[in-house]
Every structure is written in structure tokens, then in C-alpha cells.
Nanobody, 116 residues
Framework: QVQLQESGPGLVKPSQTLSLTCTVSGASVTTTDYAWDWIRQLPGKGLEWIGAINTRGVTFYSPFLKSRASIARDTSKNQFILRLTSVTPEDTAVYYC????????WGQGTQVTVSS
């Protein structure tokens, strides 16, 4: 059974860097043909794809967030990490880590609020 769990601060100040970690169990972040994504849901809006890292460690980003987002992985801990720089209140959202061949596995989501 594959499980994903997000962790990180629930409150971030504007202009700071948001860092979220997704811990994976039941599968490896190097599993062939799997990808590991970060997706968020802004208040009152639909889901927004942020980016992904594949099993070879290649990263992909939304063009709207590419300048501020980075995704890395720690294979020794079976984790993948999102960093989002220069956050504003508009980055307030529920952030999900997602994995699998076709977005098969979802974390429960973590609320992040950007506020001074």
C-alpha cells in the first residue's frame, strides 16, 4: 500500500521560502515509470499543478511557477521536497504531494497560509 505524507510549516511570512516534504512509503521515489508531483488547491479554485520529478530525477514545472519552484528528492529518506521562493498571500493553498504512474496516490494535503 503506497502512502504519501506531506510535512512542513503551516504558516509562512511573505517573501520567505516555503519548503514542504513528502515522505513516501510502500514505493520508492526511484520506482520505474513513476512520477512524483506537487499540486495545490487555491481557496475557492481548482487544482493547480506545480511540478514533478521523475524516477531519473528530471524535474518539470508549471510555466507560471517555474521561476520560483524547485523540486528535489532524497532517495536515502524516500522523500521529495518542494521549495517555493518569494511567497505571497496568493500562494496560500492546500498543498498535495502525488505519485504513481498516473497520479494514483495522494497525500492528505497540508494547509499553507502566507501571512505576516
Amino acid at each position: 500500500q503506497v502512502q504519501l505524507q506531506e510535512s512542513g510549516p503551516g504558516l509562512v511570512k511573505p517573501s520567505q521560502t516555503l519548503s514542504l516534504t513528502c515522505t513516501v512509503s510502500g514505493a520508492s521515489v526511484t520506482t520505474t515509470d513513476y512520477a512524483w508531483d506537487w499540486i495545490r488547491q487555491l481557496p475557492g479554485k481548482g487544482l493547480e499543478w506545480i511540478g514533478a520529478i521523475n524516477t531519473r530525477g528530471v524535474t518539470f514545472y508549471s510555466p507560471f511557477l517555474k521561476s520560483r519552484a524547485s523540486i528535489a528528492r532524497d532517495t536515502s529518506k524516500n522523500q521529495f521536497i518542494l521549495r517555493l521562493t518569494s511567497v505571497t498571500p496568493e500562494d496560500t493553498a492546500v498543498y498535495y504531494c502525488v505519485g504513481g504512474a498516473e497520479y494514483d496516490y495522494w497525500g492528505q494535503g497540508t494547509q499553507v497560509t502566507v501571512s505576516s
